[in-house]
Every structure is written in C-alpha cells, then in structure tokens.
C-alpha cells in the first residue's frame, strides 16, 4: 500500500510544520481583529 505510507509522510511532515502555521494563522486573526477595531 504506497498510498497509506505517503499519506504517514504527508503527516508527519504537516505535523512538524502544523505548529508554526497556526502561529501564522493566529497572528493573520489578531491583526485582522485589531485592523477591524481600529477602522471602526
């Protein structure tokens, strides 16, 4: 099953960069948030 152990690399890999793209994606949110309160 080729599919099953690409898919275990796939994951591991995710999950070893899953941890900074969170970051990124919180820090996206909070700008976003302050952007919005600021305008109004």
Same mark, same amino acid.
Do not use: C, Q
């Given at each position: @099953?080729?599919?099953k152990d690409?898919?275990y690399? %796939?994951w591991?890999k995710y999950?070893? %960069?899953? !941890?900074t793209? =969170? *970051? @990124?994606? *919180? =820090? @996206?949110i909070?700008?976003?948030? *302050?952007?919005? =309160? %600021? *305008? !109004?």
């Amino acid at each position: @099953m080729p599919d099953k152990d690409n898919d275990y690399s %796939f994951w591991t890999k995710y999950k070893r %960069f899953a !941890s900074t793209e =969170i *970051l @990124m994606y *919180l =820090i @996206m949110i909070v700008g976003i948030t *302050l952007g919005i =309160i %600021f *305008l !109004s």
